[in-house]
């Protein structure tokens, strides 16, 4: 049940049996891969409680402010899950999201109109089928778990990738050209996946996560995307490793927590690789 922050203080005092039931940092490291949310919420818009002294699944009312000056109440949950298909800085906001999509706003209606809606018999809503979705026709006819080049995958948009893929070839002796994996399952409307980078001979797949410029990326609902990217790869057969810049979370038991792609970060990559295909395999491919 959802409750005021100040209710939800006091039920939690007294539950715990302390003053303090959750001082401040306790939830700092949780909140640190939403700097978007970190932004918008205020302390003195929530009587002087700071995001880090509340779990991330609380069910709890807060009120938050976005980059625009609108300010609107929604809980921890709804704030990390609502991100749309509109990539602005202040998606999270009902009223931004409302100009992104340029609705008008609605009429409020009057007392006589809200009397007669409440009196209207209100018709049993029958589930509507979802339409099933037609899957692409240009992904081959291939084994599943094979590595070719996809028309469909989307051109390289990030330095950081070329960059990674640059070095990995210096590094190691391995065929970069593929871009895609047969999948066994749809992904989207796609039987196939197209991760950052592939090694097609150790059978990995690498991908390089960040929370973007204004972050949104990787969170919320693209981290649910990211898992279930790579559920659909290991069912193929390859293994992947994310490097995940940020403070974003690990998501793999073989991902990578990084700030950059250092000097430091490449011998931690080769070792690995070597833990996921082995040392004498791995090591037979360095240049």
């Known amino acids: 049940m959802v409750e005021s922050v100040e209710q939800w203080w006091q039920r939690r005092q007294f539950s ?6 959750y001082p401040i940092g ?18 003195d818009l929530n009587h002087g409680f ?20 609108h300010r609107f109440a929604a809980t ?17 906001c009902p009223e931004c999201r409302e100009l ?7 009429r409020p209606r009057l007392p006589s109109e809200m009397d007669a809606a409440v009196d209207r018999p209100r018709p049993r809503a029958r589930p509507r089928p ?24 989307p051109k390289p948009a990030s330095v950081v990738e070329g960059e990674l893929r640059q070095h ?16 066994g399952r749809a992904f989207f409307d796609h039987v196939e996946a197209w991760p950052d980078v592939l090694l097609p001979e150790l059978r990995i797949a690498i991908e390089y996560d960040s929370t973007g410029r204004h972050g949104l990326e990787h969170v919320g609902r693209r981290e649910a995307v990211d898992r279930r990217k790579d559920r659909a790869v290991r069912a193929a057969g390859w293994e992947v490793v994310r490097i995940r810049t940020g403070k974003l979370p690990a998501l793999g038991p073989h991902d990578l927590l990084v700030s950059g792609l250092t000097k430091a970060f490449w011998p931690r990559l080769l070792d ?7 040392e004498l395999f791995v090591d037979a491919y360095l240049r």
Not at 50 to 62: C, D, K, N, R, Y
Request: aromatic share 6%.
């Open 26 to 43: 306790t939830y700092r490291e949780a909140w640190s891969s939403y700097p978007v949310l970190i932004r918008q919420y205020h302390p």
């Open 76 to 92: 921890p949950g709804e704030q990390r899950d609502r991100p749309g298909r509109e990539r602005r800085r202040s998606s999270w």
């Open 168 to 183: 990995l070839a210096e590094l190691l002796d391995l065929d970069q050209s593929a871009n895609a994996i047969r999948l």
């Open 16 to 21: 715990r049996g302390v003053e303090i039931p």
């Open 50 to 69: 700071t995001l880090t002294q509340i779990p991330p699944a609380a069910e709890v009312l807060l009120l938050w402010e976005c980059d625009a000056g």
């Open 130 to 153: 979802r339409p099933a979705r037609p899957l692409c026709a240009k992904t081959p006819a291939l084994p599943v778990g094979e590595a070719f080049i996809s028309v469909c995958a």
């Open 100 to 106: 992104a999509l340029k609705r008008p706003a609605a």
């Open 272 to 278: 690995e690789l070597r833990a996921i295909r082995g």
